[in-house]
């Protein structure tokens, strides 16, 4: 040990003469992942001609570029963190499998968990499915169309966190009377419109946050929002139709 003819010479009250260290051992830091963006394309000359095995092959943190086309199958994040985006939403098209979400995050997703310029259609199916699902996660929808869907709720969040931004919500039907739900949790909606037909409730958010910022709601058949064991504002926005 290299310790103990210092001590040794302490203890005898004597200069000890130079000890040889052997030089700290340079530890290289790891090297950050490289975001990478996969590509996805219908009609082929991508990297995948469907948005699962995109989602299967990616690591959280890549994107997704999607071409525009008719997808069928619901996308689910399986727990990555992942930026999908398509083209524009009125040629991106997303149709759930039947029966099922067209949009899941129920595995931890983070904040960088986003959708971006798609429509999501189909989703639903039965009165226990909402057609975008959001369970101990973060979602982000921007510049969406949530449309032609059933089942549950048209967006329904459970203790998680979602961004509705520039985004359309409309012709969708809910069992549940609500057609964006959070419960626990927060959702945000902002510069976004939502058309609620038939469904009494446009959104709902109990025991959680909520801010409704430059949002315009078209509710004639009940009432735009009902905040209720929840910090809420609402600010900048049209509620319309009650």
Known sequence: EVWWPVLFALILGCTPGAVELAPPRS???PSA?????WTVDC?????????????????????????????????????KSLAI???DAA???????????????????????????ITLTGGGGDAETPAVEVSF???????????????????????????????????NTASLGILIQARRGEIVIQDSTVRCGAVPVGYQ????????????????????IEIFHAQGRIQRSVLGGQ
Request: glycine share 14%; proline share 2%.
């Open 27 to 29: 530890v290289a830091a």
């Open 33 to 37: 992942k490289k975001a990478r963006t």
């Open 43 to 79: 009609h082929g000359g991508a990297d995948f001609a469907d948005i699962r095995s995109a989602i299967a092959a990616a690591s959280s943190g890549d994107e997704i570029a999607v071409a525009p086309c008719g997808y069928y199958g619901s996308i689910d994040y399986e727990g």
């Open 85 to 87: 985006v398509g083209a």
């Open 91 to 117: 040629t991106t098209i997303v149709y759930a499998a039947p029966g099922t979400s067209v949009l899941k995050a129920t595995h931890g997703e983070g904040r960088a968990t986003r959708v971006e310029a």
């Open 137 to 171: 996660s973060s979602l982000v929808l921007r510049d969406v169309r949530v449309t032609g869907n059933g089942g549950m709720a048209a967006i329904y969040s459970r203790s998680g966190h979602v961004l509705i931004d520039r985004s359309v919500v409309d012709n």
């Open 205 to 224: 958010a109990e025991h959680g946050a909520a801010l409704v910022d430059g949002a315009t709601f078209e509710c004639a058949a009940g009432r735009s």
